[in-house]
């Protein structure tokens, strides 16, 4: 069946070279009361690409992929959604132009009053006035792709699983059709087979959809199976003031076989001298 | 002209107050600018039915209980606190007018909006503050949602629409529990309680404290979802927002009070300079 809210940015898609990154950050800092997260950090996100971020916890991975989102400003520098500045944006188009992107919370982000079904609705009732009969195959559609039985539509999500939330999470940011993907540790907190499930649909969902994905994980297992690309950040609070927060770009292999020390400790789980730091650091 | 950075100095009990003025001033403009959010979310569309009613059900309806119970208790308790002195003046028959014009100006509307603080206030704020620190309001704009439309707007009507209802059913219940004590447990005699009552009660009494009484609901709205929304991060962050709400919204509602109550009764001077007092009756 069409999608009745088939994406149009889906048509005719191009990967030329001329065409600009789908988001893009440009310089940019972030920071919170004072404390500075993101300091002048430069990134594109290809179409059609499964781009993941990885670094230590507090390395500002979650908040990139929030300011790529739109969902806090930048400090400093520009995000570009398709080469067009959010900043320049009024929150009207703001909230349009978010419409393409789906956001698979870490915590799922459920709505607590609200059963699954009306969860998963929620996207279609707000932006689309389509009758409630469309509305509900919809969700049924989106539920069955992601392994959910329409049993659970009248659920409560305090009454489901770690695994049943992430997955009603995605159906309901899937709901809408969208052109970009953020995924925020999809698999943390999970049981390793229903880590491996959430990983193949993510795959799944890359080969049904033409969809863009950025992926914050520190998942091993996930960098390995969904990244096209890997980007990592590291900690500012352990950086000289010259020494750019990225620390690596390029492909999953290349970040395994990595020469930089903090790559390979970070890719290969281990302590090094991180639990001395910490000692002294306490 | 010589000039350099002024030296460094120790904060002390002046540098302690202009901070607090500060930071007070910073406070009422956030909630001030909140406020306008609110309003620009309102004029841009009225919540749906369904977002709407439940709103109203959890707000209004399941107050109306314990609005009740406070009202009751405070007209009986106004009727024993008061019946001695009147007694003493042998006055006791206009009783019903003091508990009654007490009721329906001051006590009515100030304990249902105390109720209302204390149970929705504190549960608007919690509520929205856990939707906060678990990404639930990051999702509903990811959903293009607005928040402040769709959380906020919804709260607020119900606030405001249905509390000058629940200060008519405190005004009526405490009425009620006045004078049930007054002629059945202090024999005082019913035709001339309610005569003197009617007499001194108007409806410009009845009215002012309905008007005042949508002031404190708007106010109890705002600052509830204003701490939800600032909510700090954790079970800490939820629990200083609830607590903050209610103590916020209880300044707020007398304050209100004390200015509002100045508002009308000069306005009252205005339309009738001679006002009915006791001694008229």
């Keep these: ?282 | 002209m010589a000039t350099g950075a002024l030296p460094h100095t120790r904060p002390n009990l002046v540098h302690a107050m202009g901070r607090t003025a500060l930071d007070a001033v910073a406070a009422v403009g956030d909630v001030a600018l909140f406020a306008a959010r609110m309003t620009g979310g309102m004029l841009s569309g009225l919540p749906r039915k369904g977002v709407l009613l439940p709103c109203m059900h959890q707000i209004g309806v399941l107050s109306i209980p314990v609005v009740l119970v406070t009202g009751l208790f405070i007209g009986m308790v106004l009727a024993v606190q008061t019946y001695d002195q009147f007694h003493f003046l042998r006055m006791e028959t206009r009783l019903g007018a003091v508990i009654n014009v007490s009721l329906v100006k001051e006590l009515g509307p100030v304990l249902a909006a105390t109720m209302l603080a204390g149970r929705v206030g504190s549960s608007i704020a919690a509520e929205l503050g856990t939707m906060r620190v678990t990404e639930q309001i990051d999702a509903l704009r990811a959903l293009g949602a607005n928040p402040i439309q769709h959380l906020v707007v919804p709260r607020f009507l119900a606030c405001f629409l249905l509390i000058p209802m629940l200060t008519a059913l405190a005004d009526g219940i405490g009425i009620a529990g006045g004078w049930f004590f007054s002629t059945q447990v202090l024999d005082i005699n019913s035709f001339h309680y309610w005569f003197h009552a009617e007499s001194y009660v108007t409806g410009y009494d009845v009215l002012s404290g309905l008007f005042k009484s949508v002031f404190f609901g708007a106010a109890i709205a705002v600052i509830a979802c204003h701490r939800g929304f600032h909510c700090g991060a954790g079970a800490e962050g939820v629990g200083r927002a609830a607590t903050e709400a209610f103590v916020a919204s209880f300044v707020a509602i007398l304050a209100l009070d004390f200015f509002l109550g100045v508002f009308v009764n000069s306005l009252y001077y205005l339309l009738w300079p001679t006002p009915i007092t006791l001694a008229c009756l």
């Design chain 1, 1 to 282: 069946m069409t999608h009745p809210i088939a994406n149009p940015h889906f048509a005719g898609r191009s990967t030329g070279a001329n065409e600009p990154p789908v988001i893009a950050l440009a310089g940019v800092s972030k920071t919170f009361s004072g404390q500075p997260v993101l300091r002048d950090v430069s990134l594109e996100v290809r179409r059609g690409e499964t781009l993941v971020l990885i670094g230590e916890s507090g390395c500002g991975k979650s908040v990139t992929m929030k300011l790529m989102m739109g969902l806090l400003p930048p400090s400093d520098g520009d995000v570009l959604w398709n080469g067009r500045r959010v900043g320049a944006l009024s929150e009207r188009e703001i909230t349009r132009e978010r419409l393409r992107f789906g956001y698979l919370f870490q915590g799922a982000a459920l709505f607590d009053s609200l059963s699954v079904y009306e969860n998963v609705a929620f996207g279609l009732r707000q932006n689309t006035r389509l009758p409630e009969n469309h509305i509900r195959q919809l969700v049924h559609e989106r539920l069955a792709e992601v392994g959910l039985p329409e049993s659970v539509c009248g659920r409560k999500p305090a009454q489901l699983s770690g695994g049943m939330k992430k997955r009603v999470g995605l159906a309901r940011a899937l709901v809408l059709n969208p052109e970009v993907m953020f995924y925020d540790e999809p698999t943390t907190g999970l049981d390793p087979i229903m880590s491996d499930v959430i990983n193949e649909l993510i795959l799944k969902v890359r080969s049904q959809m033409p969809v863009t994905s950025i992926v914050v994980t520190h998942d091993m297992r996930t960098v390995q199976k969904v990244a096209d690309r890997v980007v990592m950040f590291y900690p500012l609070a352990r950086l000289d003031d010259d020494e750019p927060q990225i620390v690596f770009r390029g492909s999953p292999m290349d970040a395994v076989v990595s020469d930089d020390p903090r790559v390979s400790q970070f890719m290969h789980g281990e302590a090094g001298r991180r639990t001395h730091e910490l000692a002294v650091a306490e």
